[in-house]
């Protein structure tokens, strides 16, 4: 377990960061760019949320 959660909290992190990318490029150069906007921030806060609880999860691990 002491190791599971950081490589969890590690992919959540990049997951945020490609959802992130993906958005600026899909700005960037889509046409079409409000068509997947709102459903790329929705994935991009929900990668956010799950990120930060298990950031929380491992700080309460330690904590204790």
Do not use: N, W
Request: with cysteine; net charge positive; glycine share 8%.
């Amino acid at each position: 377990m002491e190791t599971l959660l950081p490589v969890m909290l590690g992919l959540a992190m990049l997951a945020t960061l490609g959802v992130l990318f993906a958005g600026v490029i899909s700005f960037a150069f889509g046409k079409d760019s409000q068509k997947y906007a709102t459903k790329l921030m929705t994935a991009r806060v929900a990668c956010q949320a799950v990120a930060v609880a298990l950031f929380g999860a491992i700080v309460l691990m330690y904590a204790v």
